[in-house]
C-alpha cells in the first residue's frame, strides 16, 4: 500500500514537471520551425491517443487509420471552404465524420480477430486513397489550400507559438477525455472484450457495440488530428494520406507503450525526434528506421512506459527502504 502511494506521489510529480516544461517550452525557442514541428508533436500525441483506445484497450488491430485522418483534413477543408463555418467547429464535424465513417467500417467487421481486422483495415485505407485520387476537384496531387488554423478570427499560425498553445489544449482535453473513458464502464467492457470475448458475452456485455464504440471513439481522434493537420500545413495533398503513413501511429504506441494514457505521448515524441533525425539520411532512412522498431520490440517490449514503471516500482521501492531505516533509527535512539 506504502509502495503504490509512493509511485503515485511519483507520478504526479512527473507529470508537474512535465506540464510545465510544456507550458514553458515555447517561451524559450525563437526558432518558428521548432514551434511547427512540436505543435506536430501535439497532433501525433492526439492521433496516436486514438488507436491505443481501440489496439491497447479494446484488442482490436487497425493498420488503417490513415483513413481517417484524411477523411478529418478533407471535410474540414470542404467545409471552411465552400460553408464559411468557423475553423474549431468544422474540424469537430471532421471528426464526428471522421468517428461515423470509423462506425460503418466496424459494423461488418466487429467480427474479424488479428489478420482478418488488419486486412480489412488496410483495404479500407487504399479504398480512401484511391477514392481521393480519382475525384478531380479534391485536386489530389496538386493539392487544396486549406484556411488556417484560427479562433475568434485570429489566424493562429501567424506565430506559431500560438498554435503550439492551442494545440496544447486539444492535447490536454483530448488526453482527459481518454483517461475518463477508460476509468469509466464503457473502458472496462473494451477491456473486458480484449482479454476474452466469449467471457465478456457471458457477462452480458454486447461485445460488437462496444468495439463499434472503440472504432468510433478511436476513429474520432484520429479525425480531429488529421483536421489540426490540415489547418496547420494549410493544405492538403493525396500522398499525405497513403496507406504506409498509417503504420506511423503503430510505431509511435510501440515506442510509448499500449494500455496507458501516457504511452502515446511519449512514443509520439520519441518517433518526431527519431524522424526529425534521419531526415537527412535519405537512401538509408526506412533501414535505419526498421532497426530502431527492432530494437524496441526486442528490448523494450512495453514501450518507454514499461520501461519507466519499473524504474518507477525501483524508486518507490528505494524510497519505502529508507523510509524505514530513518524509522528504525528513530525508534533505537528513543529506546
Given at each position: ?6 509511485i503515485?506521489?511519483?507520478?504526479r510529480?512527473?507529470l ?5 516544461a510544456a507550458v514553458?517550452?515555447p ?7 521548432r514551434l511547427y514541428f512540436f505543435s506536430?508533436?501535439g497532433i501525433?500525441?492526439?492521433?496516436a491517443s486514438?488507436?491505443d483506445i481501440?489496439f491497447g484497450?479494446?484488442g482490436m ?5 490513415i483513413?481517417?485522418?484524411a477523411?478529418?483534413a478533407y471535410?474540414t477543408t470542404?467545409l471552411t471552404?465552400y460553408t ?10 471532421a471528426a464526428v465524420?471522421?468517428a461515423a465513417a ?5 459494423l461488418?467487421?466487429?467480427?474479424l480477430?488479428?489478420q482478418?481486422l488488419a ?6 485505407a487504399?479504398?480512401i486513397y ?6 478531380s476537384f479534391l485536386e489530389?496531387?496538386?493539392g487544396l489550400?486549406v484556411?488556417?488554423l ?6 493562429l499560425?501567424?506565430n506559431?507559438r500560438?498554435?503550439?498553445?492551442f494545440i ?5 482535453i483530448?488526453?482527459l ?9 464503457i473502458g472496462?467492457?473494451?477491456?473486458a472484450?480484449?482479454d476474452?470475448?466469449?467471457?465478456a458475452?457471458?457477462?452480458?456485455i ?9 472504432f468510433a471513439?478511436?476513429?474520432?481522434y484520429?479525425?480531429?488530428?488529421g483536421?489540426?493537420a490540415a489547418h496547420?500545413?494549410?493544405l492538403v495533398v ?10 506511423n501511429y503503430?510505431i509511435?504506441c510501440i ?5 496507458t494514457?501516457?504511452g ?8 518526431q525526434?527519431?524522424?526529425e ?6 537512401a ?15 528490448f523494450l517490449?512495453?514501450?518507454c ?5 519499473k524504474?518507477?516500482?525501483?524508486l518507490?521501492?528505494?524510497l ?7 524509522a528504525a ?7
Amino acid at each position: 500500500m506504502r509502495e503504490n502511494l509512493s509511485i503515485k506521489k511519483l507520478n504526479r510529480i512527473i507529470l508537474l514537471i512535465v506540464g510545465l516544461a510544456a507550458v514553458i517550452l515555447p517561451l524559450l525557442i525563437t526558432n518558428s520551425y521548432r514551434l511547427y514541428f512540436f505543435s506536430f508533436v501535439g497532433i501525433y500525441i492526439v492521433a496516436a491517443s486514438g488507436l491505443d483506445i481501440l489496439f491497447g484497450y479494446a484488442g482490436m488491430i487497425s493498420f488503417g487509420h490513415i483513413a481517417y485522418y484524411a477523411i478529418g483534413a478533407y471535410v474540414t477543408t470542404l467545409l471552411t471552404t465552400y460553408t464559411g463555418i468557423p475553423v474549431v467547429a468544422s474540424m469537430l464535424i471532421a471528426a464526428v465524420v471522421a468517428a461515423a465513417a470509423g462506425a460503418l467500417v466496424a459494423l461488418p467487421c466487429s467480427k474479424l480477430k488479428f489478420q482478418f481486422l488488419a486486412l480489412a483495415s488496410i483495404a479500407f485505407a487504399n479504398f480512401i486513397y484511391q477514392l481521393i485520387c480519382n475525384i478531380s476537384f479534391l485536386e489530389p496531387y496538386r493539392g487544396l489550400k486549406v484556411e488556417p488554423l484560427s479562433i475568434f478570427g485570429i489566424n493562429l499560425n501567424s506565430n506559431y507559438r500560438y498554435t503550439y498553445y492551442f494545440i496544447l489544449v486539444c492535447v490536454v482535453i483530448a488526453l482527459l477525455a481518454k483517461h475518463m473513458i477508460v476509468k469509466s464502464k464503457i473502458g472496462r467492457a473494451f477491456m473486458a472484450c480484449r482479454d476474452n470475448t466469449r467471457s465478456a458475452d457471458g457477462m452480458g456485455i454486447n461485445v460488437r457495440k462496444y468495439k463499434v464504440m472503440a472504432f468510433a471513439i478511436s476513429t474520432f481522434y484520429v479525425g480531429f488530428a488529421g483536421a489540426c493537420a490540415a489547418h496547420l500545413n494549410e493544405l492538403v495533398v493525396s500522398n499525405t494520406y497513403i496507406q504506409s503513413n498509417a503504420f506511423n501511429y503503430v510505431i509511435m504506441c510501440i515506442f510509448g507503450g499500449v494500455n496507458t494514457i501516457f504511452g502515446p505521448v511519449i512514443g509520439a515524441v520519441v518517433f518526431q525526434f527519431i524522424n526529425e533525425a534521419l531526415a537527412s539520411a535519405t537512401a538509408w532512412r526506412d533501414i535505419i528506421f526498421g532497426g530502431v522498431v527492432l530494437l524496441f520490440i526486442a528490448f523494450l517490449p512495453g514501450g518507454c512506459m514499461g520501461a519507466l514503471k519499473k524504474l518507477e516500482g525501483k524508486l518507490a521501492a528505494r524510497l519505502n527502504m529508507g523510509k524505514k531505516e530513518t524509522a528504525a533509527e528513530g525508534v533505537e535512539k528513543n529506546d
